[in-house]
């Protein structure tokens, strides 16, 4: 203990002395100053301290997350079953997947999925933050609406949509049929069937992503009001217009967050799909419409016990995010080089 | 016709009246200094000017037209902002013309008078960097370019020259002057730095507590201030106040005293230290600034007088010397009222 508390106590003493305060004690402060310990011990201290204090995550990411990866990496290329022992495979598993038309048909919904919600989700969340990020009646009530369901619980917040969308009682239906004649829209067409339709059920599911996007709502109002107030005076004082402000100024200055939390949506896009696909679709309607991936992957592994296939469809998976991060990384860059503050 | 024209605007910031039926008046072409310590209002009289906060009352006229209910895109005004307030993603020559494009003024047209007005500035060499690459001198310049550009009718500088450091700060002074003498522009300039004041302007107005407090030219304001407020807020060390009928007695023909209580007030420069029938003071410190020293010393009443002498013949520290003042040296003021009396 003394051994350790000893240069623990020291430790501040050379900080000190190449720090302001000496600066500020003027040249009263010549004192021996023990040279070894100040290169060699706040180092290796600092840094065995850092290893202690990240220790516990280190371990959670070493044993829940790198572990279970490689065996997934791993069992991609085997056959197995839970009962049986793993079976080298090979590349059986991938060239299956290629020729899995269930497999094709959820790669092909993930992938769309992605592309229509992940801007969906942003841009929504841009408009809201530009919206409310100024003081005014009722917007502290209206950012707290915005953030709500993303605060509610995936498998609750599923089952509040599984009666949103009933065709019969559903209130969203029932609001279509507002002014209508028959149990028809005011168009004279039949409500959207949203769990019987495949296109319906698709748009449904992206309908309910589009709710959750609280977390990228916050940060964009955070950022929006980080920008300087200044800049928008002198666009006011050469009388630019709304679109040209949004154009010309916001935009460009929040382009790199937009960016950012772009990609982080995209790598979570494959995620978020599962529970309401899982709870609200089932994967249907028929045919497929609404498996996406991650619930191929589950029903592969934990209902068909295909442990092998699944880790295969849980590596395509990984590569897809990568893949994505890759491409928009690269859109970052090259926009971040005309970006100097 | 004038410039602007400020009448009876009063002004309020969350429910604080910041300015009390300010009254102000800028003659066309005139470089105006609003000078006062942080707090007065002087960035708000400009920020009303340009439309960027309301009036509660009063009018702003610009150029003859009536702007108070007009927004700031219309008002014709140009502002250089404390913090230059260039946009960091636009390049330099963008940020110049931003102004013109959103005016839809065609972009070749824009990008000529752009580099036009840099050359005015002296930053023509710099109009492919953006903000972030640029000295704040540099970024001075590209907001001044920035101001020119649309030939406005009234110029508006919130203390632009505040972020540079002194060097600096004394050439952009010598420049903004010289780039007003050359282009004629009617411009209110704010500062709480009374040499800036007193150099550039054609006029200064001191602003206190949202207030003005006198409106003249720097050689009025220096001469005869009208309080002691701005006797003591204009010029370094501040100009001393003692009561008229206190220890200190200046000497020479005395002016008609009324029969109230009056302050005098005299600058620095005009104490001798060796006056034959000078009031007894002790020499608490001396600082010497180069050829000058000033000395802080203590009359027999314990009131406090700072006195500019030569660094060669300062006086000791702890020494008696007998502090002297010529009554044409002095100004009076009334003590309940702070105002200026005028014998």
């Known amino acids: 203990m003394s051994a350790r508390s000893g240069p623990g106590l020291r430790a501040p003493q050379p900080r000190t002395e190449d720090g302001p305060a000496s600066a500020r004690s003027g040249p009263a402060a010549p004192q021996p100053r023990p040279k070894i310990r100040t290169v060699s011990g706040p180092d290796t201290r600092s840094r065995r301290q850092l290893v202690l204090m990240l220790a516990p995550y280190l371990v959670g990411l070493v044993g829940l997350v790198l572990v279970p990866a490689v065996v997934t990496l791993a069992l991609a290329f085997t056959e197995y079953d839970l009962l049986r022992p793993p079976a080298w495979a090979g590349l059986d598993n991938f060239t299956a997947l290629v020729d899995d038309p269930i497999f094709r048909v959820a790669l092909l919904n993930s992938v769309v999925f992605a592309l229509v919600a992940v801007p969906l989700r942003v841009l929504l969340a841009l408009g809201l933050a530009l919206l409310l990020h100024r003081r005014a009646v009722g917007t502290g009530t209206a950012r707290t609406a915005a953030l709500l369901p993303t605060a509610v619980p995936e498998i609750a917040y599923g089952l509040l949509w599984l009666w949103l969308f009933n065709p019969l009682y559903g209130p969203i239906n029932q609001l279509l049929r507002i002014g209508g004649e028959q149990g028809l829209t005011v168009l004279g067409r039949t409500p959207p069937q949203w769990l019987t339709d495949p296109t319906s059920a698709r748009a449904g599911i992206i309908l309910m992503s589009l709710f959750t996007m609280g977390e990228t709502f916050v940060v964009l109002l955070a950022a929006r009001r980080a920008l300087p107030r200044d800049v928008y005076e ?13 154009r010309r100024v916001t935009l460009p200055l929040m382009a790199p967050v937009l960016a950012l939390l772009a990609v982080r949506d995209a790598i979570a896009s494959l995620h978020f799909t599962f529970v309401p696909a ?10 497929y419409a609404t498996t996406y991936l991650s619930l191929f992957v589950y029903q592969t592994g934990f209902e068909y016990l295909r442990y092998g296939y699944a880790a295969a469809a849980t590596l395509v998976m990984m590569l897809l995010t990568v893949a994505a991060v890759l491409v928009q990384w690269r859109l970052i860059r090259r926009y971040r080089r005309l970006y100097t503050f | 016709m004038s410039g602007l024209v400020l009448d009876g605007v009063s002004a309020a910031y969350r429910g604080t009246t910041v300015l009390h039926e300010v009254d102000l008046t800028v003659e066309r072409g005139e470089l105006l200094v609003v000078l006062g310590p942080s707090g007065a209002g002087k960035s708000t009289v400009l920020r009303v000017v340009a439309g960027l906060e309301p009036v509660t009352t009063g009018r702003v006229h610009i150029a003859g037209r009536d702007v108070t209910d007009q927004r700031p895109g219309l ?3 140009s502002m250089v902002f404390q913090s230059y ?5 636009l390049s330099v020559v963008e940020n ?11 972009r070749r047209q824009a990008r000529e008078r ?9 930053c023509a060499g710099l109009l492919d960097r953006r903000p972030g690459q640029l000295s704040g001198g540099e970024r ?6 920035r101001a020119l550009v649309r030939e406005p009718d009234v110029f508006l500088l919130d203390e632009p020259l505040s972020n540079l450091d002194l060097a600096l700060r004394v050439e952009m002074r010598t420049e903004l002057r010289a780039l007003h003498d050359r282009i004629g522009a009617t411009m209110v300039h704010v500062t709480h730095d009374q040499t800036e004041a007193l150099v550039l302007a054609d006029r200064i107005a001191v602003l206190r507590d949202g207030r003005v407090e006198q409106v003249g030219t720097p050689d009025q304001i220096w001469r005869t201030p009208a309080s002691t407020f701005v006797a003591r807020f204009v010029g370094s060390p501040a100009m001393n106040l003692l009561p008229a ?28 230290l060796d006056a034959a029938d000078g009031a007894p003071a002790t020499v608490e410190r001396v600082e010497v600034i180069g050829e000058d020293a000033y000395a802080y010393l203590t009359v027999a009443a314990g009131q406090p007088v700072v006195a500019r002498v030569p660094a060669a013949r300062r006086p000791d520290k702890g020494a008696t010397v007998r502090v002297g003042v010529r009554w044409a040296d002095t100004h009076l003021f009334h003590a309940a009222s702070g105002r200026r009396y005028a014998p």
């Open chain 1, 234 to 246: 002198m666009a006011a004082i050469e009388d630019a217009t709304g679109w040209d402000v949004f």
């Open chain 1, 278 to 287: 899982f709870v609200v679709t089932d994967g249907g309607p028929p045919p």
């Open chain 2, 75 to 77: 008002r014709n005004v």
């Open chain 2, 85 to 89: 307030a260039l946009f960091p993603h």
């Open chain 2, 96 to 106: 110049i013309a931003f102004g013109m494009e959103v005016r839809d003024i065609p």
């Open chain 2, 114 to 122: 752009a580099r036009a007005a840099a050359e005015t500035v002296g």
């Open chain 2, 140 to 145: 001075q310049r590209v907001a001044l370019a």
């Open chain 2, 245 to 272: 009928d206190g220890a200190l007695r200046p000497n020479g023909a005395a002016p008609e005293l009324p029969d109230e209580p009056l302050e005098i007030g005299f600058r620095p420069e005009a104490v001798t």
